[in-house]
């Protein structure tokens, strides 16, 4: 069976990866699964400075969902380079590398801290957090607003040949005129959802329950929005679309290659059962051979309409 | 190392209105874990609602299990609750760092006051277990609203705990805050003497309960100077360190209840602001 795919020019082993934000660096889950069967891991968004993150309470359950306001909340670019990238890079995995700014100037200076190193596998420019406020355009979110993600993947792509992902919000009227902004730009590919804006309330003490008020909402509450959302896109640009939001099993991975990703994150999965990622690529395995599909990558935009 | 076993419940009783104890058979967990350490249980198995985890405090270790005292408080607990003897649950653990024994043991007559706000009594047992079992003196102080949920008494006496007790409505014990009675015990404890790590005290205080209830204690602990350790509670989603969920603001900025607590000093935590 053959399980890999390329992006851009990199050539992955499987197109079942995990997720930024949702499987810190890679270490904390040693214990549970050979990280060099994961097809890709995603780091934790990292900026060019340190950032502290939200206040607490930071993340609360709500009917098969999660909804977190961490902050991306990390210690900067510098201590990334020092401290966790040297280990990175002597695991057997594919590493994309997540990166993040308040405007161009910061993701430039970032990106190129960065690529003073031996570039990684793939960037994986997170235009869509929405738990911080991103001053680039009149928008909230960089990926709100086309001409701002456009000029910041453009800008992206002259300093460096390196795989480019584009991470894109859901929050938006068009996820796809965003998408076909970003293949404008250069990206080799969008990676879509990050989570949907959304607040948890406290009746009972008359008040928010995240310290930030609002969050992001990730898990098997917003699948069916997300299938959406990478049909939409994948109708509509030629790069690769990669696929995120809810995926807690193999079958999940199938729903989202049918509806046109080449590749997929696993997250909120990651934090329900550190060992998920193991059983859901051995379902997802299961699933093509039942289905007589030899190669997975023959699975995207199969969907019969 | 941690891992996650399917556990079989070995007892799953009622102890209180509200509370139950499980046991629960596993060499691994009854070998590697420590007072003061947590684990995460799954409610339900292959559902998506609950999605997350539920963290409880290791309660008692046994020969070839352990035992987890839990309160319940909303849907995941409850499916807990009617779990049967016999059947299998998820559990991941041992997780985060428990009580740091060393004070307590280091010199002759050093002792421990343990003070319990709640449902936090649920990892203190197993400390008060191991602190008389070293032949070490234990006062514990158990808080709770009313008679009906002070638990635990009886068995903290039998292994050789001073116990004192208060209720909110004064069914049982002193009336009032469990940290009121602790404060005139403090003025005791000031009479132990000499030091622990630098205190002018032979006694340290291990807490866990509600947030404001620990606020007071490491108020009164540091007035007193007497050493505390807490341990916090937080919503938590993975458990292990990844998500940066768990967060509590201490003197060198946030840091995680999972992995880097749940047992901290009193005097890291910025209590204002938890
Ligand atoms: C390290 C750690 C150890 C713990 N040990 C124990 C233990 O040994 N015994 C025990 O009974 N409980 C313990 N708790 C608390 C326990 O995890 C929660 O009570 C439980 O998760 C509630 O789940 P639920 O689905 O029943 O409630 P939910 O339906 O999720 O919530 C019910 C109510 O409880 C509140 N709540 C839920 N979780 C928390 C939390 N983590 N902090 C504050 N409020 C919360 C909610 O806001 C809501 O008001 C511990 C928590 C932590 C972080
Ligand atoms: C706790 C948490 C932290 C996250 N942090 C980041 C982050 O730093 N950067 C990012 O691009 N996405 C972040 N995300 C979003 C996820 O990568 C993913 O896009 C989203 O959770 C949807 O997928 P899921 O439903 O499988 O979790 C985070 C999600 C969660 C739950
Ligand atoms: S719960 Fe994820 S870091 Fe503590």
Redesign the pocket.
């Known amino acids: 069976m053959g399980l890999r795919i390329k992006i851009g020019k990199v050539t992955f082993p499987n197109p079942v990866w995990v997720a930024s934000g949702t499987f810190g660096s890679g270490e904390e889950f040693q214990d549970f699964l050979d990280l060099g069967t994961i097809g890709a891991v995603i780091t934790k968004t990292v900026t060019l400075k340190a950032r502290e993150g939200n206040p607490p309470p930071r993340i609360v359950?709500t009917p098969s969902g999660l909804l977190n306001s961490i902050g991306l909340e990390n210690k900067g670019i510098d201590h990334f380079r020092k401290e966790v990238y040297p280990v990175l890079r002597e695991l057997k995995t594919k590493i994309i590398i997540s990166i993040a700014g308040a405007d161009k100037k910061e993701i430039l200076k970032c990106a190129g801290r960065l690529l003073e190193e031996e570039p990684p596998d793939a960037i994986e420019v997170n235009l869509s957090c929405p738990n911080v406020t991103q001053k680039a355009t009149g928008y909230r979110l960089i990926s709100q607003d086309p001409r701002a993600t456009e000029r910041i993947v453009s800008s992206l792509r002259r300093e460096t040949t390196c795989a480019l992902i584009a991470k894109l919000t859901p929050d938006v009227t068009d996820v796809a005129a965003i998408a076909r902004a970003a293949e404008a730009g250069g990206a080799d590919a969008v990676s879509l959802v990050n989570t949907y804006p959304g607040m948890a309330v406290d009746a009972e003490d008359m008040k928010p329950v995240l310290g930030n008020v609002i969050g992001g909402l990730s898990g098997p509450a917003i699948k069916p929005l997300a299938l959406k959302a990478v049909r939409d896109v994948y109708n509509s640009v030629n790069v690769p679309v990669i696929g995120i939001g809810g995926i807690m099993t193999g079958t999940d991975v199938a729903e989202f290659m049918l509806c046109g990703a080449r590749a997929v994150q696993v997250g909120t999965a990651n934090l329900a059962d550190p060992g998920a990622y193991t059983r859901i690529l051995a379902e997802f395995k299961l699933y093509l051979k039942r289905k007589k599909i030899d190669k997975a990558g023959a699975l995207t935009g199969r969907l019969k309409t | 190392m941690k891992k996650s076993v399917n556990a079989r419940i070995v007892s799953n009783r009622r102890i209180a209105p509200d509370h139950f104890v499980m046991e629960v058979k596993s060499v691994w967990l009854s070998r590697n874990s420590s007072p003061g350490q947590?684990v995460a249980v799954r409610a339900r198995e292959n559902a998506t609602d609950?999605l997350l985890r539920?963290?409880?405090?290791v309660?008692a270790i046994r020969k070839k299990g352990i035992r987890?005292?839990?309160?319940v408080?909303?849907?995941?607990?409850?499916l807990l609750m009617s779990k049967r003897k016999g059947e299998r649950i998820n559990i991941l653990g041992p997780l985060?760092n428990g009580f740091d024994l060393t004070p307590v043991f280091r010199e002759k007559d050093s002792r421990a006051v343990i003070v319990a706000g709640g449902?936090g009594i649920?990892?203190l047992y197993e400390l008060a277990r191991v602190v008389t079992r070293g032949k070490k003196k234990v006062d514990f102080f158990i808080g709770a609203g009313t008679k009906k949920h002070v638990v635990c008494s009886k068995e903290l006496r039998k292994l050789g705990a001073k116990v004192h007790v208060a209720t909110e409505d004064g069914s049982m014990g002193h009336k009032g805050y469990v940290t009121d009675l602790l404060k005139k015990h403090l003025k005791q404890v000031k009479r132990y003497g000499t030091r622990v790590q630098g205190y002018r005290s032979r006694a340290t205080i291990y807490a866990c309960g509600p947030r404001p209830m620990l606020a007071a204690l490491a108020k009164n602990a540091k007035r007193s100077g007497v050493p505390a350790q807490v341990s916090l509670?937080?919503?938590?989603a993975c458990g292990i360190g990844a998500c940066l969920g768990c967060v509590v603001r201490t003197v060198d900025g946030y840091r995680r209840?999972c992995k880097d607590g749940?047992v901290f000093d009193a005097r890291e935590i910025v209590w204002e602001s938890a």
């Open positions: 359950e | 947590f609950p539920i963290p409880l405090g309660h987890l005292l839990y309160k408080v909303g849907s995941g607990t409850k985060g449902h649920a990892p509670d937080a919503y938590m209840v749940p």
